[in-house]
């Protein structure tokens, strides 16, 4: 029953800036670790960002500085602003999340949202 759906996703000039969330639904216990990933054209899935449910963050190299993971566990939701976007950024981001059904100690699964494209071009 548990959906993770993505959302803010669009063509930005280079320089601009994009808010991407992920949201979680459905029947759960817990959201735990939350992360975003992206795949470019022709290449692999990457990790971009990943976040605790403590707010612990990490970035790739390639985005520190530029990107912002954020979480708000009320609403079982998570963010990611992206600001001085470049070309190489351009890619499908896809929501990641760690999700207890019941709150048993590693009762956990991971799901995957449907992804949102970010195309940064001029």
């Known amino acids: 029953q548990v959906q993770l759906v993505e959302s803010g996703g669009g063509l930005v000039q280079p320089g601009g800036s994009l808010r991407l969330s992920c949201a979680a639904s459905?029947?759960?216990?817990?959201?735990?670790?939350m992360d975003w990933y992206r795949q470019a054209p022709g290449k692999q899935r990457e990790l971009v960002a990943t976040?605790?449910?403590?707010?612990?963050?990490n970035y790739a190299d390639s985005v520190k500085g530029r990107f912002t993971i954020s979480r708000d566990n009320t609403k079982n939701t998570m963010y990611l602003q992206m600001n001085s976007l470049k070309p190489a950024d351009t890619a499908v981001y896809y929501c990641n999340a760690i999700i207890s059904p019941n709150g048993l100690s590693g009762d956990e699964y991971e799901y995957w949202g449907q992804g949102t494209q970010v195309i940064v071009s001029s």
């Open positions: 976040i605790a449910t403590t707010g612990h963050t």
């Open positions: 459905g029947s759960f216990f817990s959201v735990y670790t």
